[in-house]
């Protein structure tokens, strides 16, 4: 391997990189990173008022019906964690939702684009749920009620509105129902003890427990959006944190965006996988333990900075042999979910960024491990950038690591990660991802 066409360090301490799956070209030139993370994402805090229980948003507990019909629950209540799939709307103030699955009121990819271009169509089940909501007075109340909004959200006037007929209002609703385009949304808009509204509650602040729930809540939303769509080939999962991340709300929440293709970046890393299996070890894991780029280990996932993104980048692999989410044990997820969970508390909840989960197409014969990249949204790509094509990354690979590491331990002296060794203790055994074997 010629590691130096990947990753060059020269002599004035510029790193230049290239991405080894995406081709990506960038360059981490010192003294770049001017500004201090996290100070730059939008308008100065502001005192708040705490509200129990709180109602500060959209996706706030008490304010249920301003979201789609829930097509599920996580209720923690007597000691355990039950799933309460499509609850009656007059039952959604019973018990407090740790975490909710709802359709996305503005789709990505539609309802319509699935009925127009395969002639899918939505499942009896989903139908059924569908009838019963809307023959239910508090059901209808709310799906009227949302119309309305989602009508006023794209520029029509309550007249205009009012006009719909009854056959084209409802047609809409039927993505709350049918659609591919999901939210998980978590409890909780602020941290214990905010005094501000940028104290917002992220992934960092739940416990294990709560992560390694909301992750299993999530694979059990992205294999139902699987089940429900047989056009399906993908199924996008990502989390953007805050606003310069493209977030449209300030409350912790992961999407679900169903896909009738694998994307170019995930088609050439099949490309590459067929020429060769181990190719996520050799240029990911193997790559990054050579380059001393690991910094975080479990039994079941490692962590390492990764080079040639256009922002700073962290990667965390799953070792398990299965390729897609669904298919890990409880006790794989788990340990995903601890190393994903420890660097976003070790990040703190200012750092904007996008969390993006990777992971063997729904229909590929050749198997990748599922991934979850951690982007840190903090610089702003420029002219420079769309002339060259060589985009300028504000943090060294070696930086970022050294970011990471004493907050980790920092953590692990409070108790607040689990069994995770750091920098020096990971033992990195060469191919360490078993996504390989048959
Ligand atoms: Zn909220």
Known sequence: MLSTMYYNVMPDGTVKQVNPFTGNEVWAVPGRKSKPLGSDNGPAPKKVELHD??????????????????????????????????????????TVAAFRRVGNMFEIVTLDYWRKNYAYKVTPQRL?????????????????????????????????????PMTERFSVADAFFGGGHELIIARRHLRTGAQNDTDLFSSGDMTLEEHFRYFKFTIEALYDVVQANRYVRYVSVFQNWLRPAGASFDHLHKQLVALDEWGSSID?????????RNVFNEFGANFASHHNLVFAENDHALAFVGIGHRYPTIEIYSRSQPGRPYEHTDEEIRGVSNLVHA???????????????????IDAVYKMPWHVLIKWRINVPAGFEGGTSIFINPMAPIELRDTMVPRLYALRDEGKIDRVRIAEECRVDPNPLKYYLK
């Open 53 to 94: 229980p709180e109602d500060y948003c959209s996706f706030c507990p008490t304010r249920y019906f301003e979201t789609p019909p829930e097509k599920s629950r996580l209720v923690f209540r007597d000691g355990r964690w039950d799933r309460m799939d499509i609850l009656e709307p007059d039952k959604y103030s019973e």
């Open 128 to 164: 059924k749920w569908r009838d019963d909501y809307l023959a239910n007075p508090a059901g209808f109340k709310h799906i009227n009620d949302i119309i309305k909004y989602k009508a006023g959200q794209e520029g029509k006037t309550d007249e205009q509105i009012d006009k719909l």
């Open 268 to 276: 050439t890393q099949i490309r590459m996988l067929r020429d060769d």
């Open 343 to 361: 660097v976003h508390a070790a990040m703190g909840n200012q750092i904007s960024c996008n969390e993006e989960w990777y992971y063997t197409p």
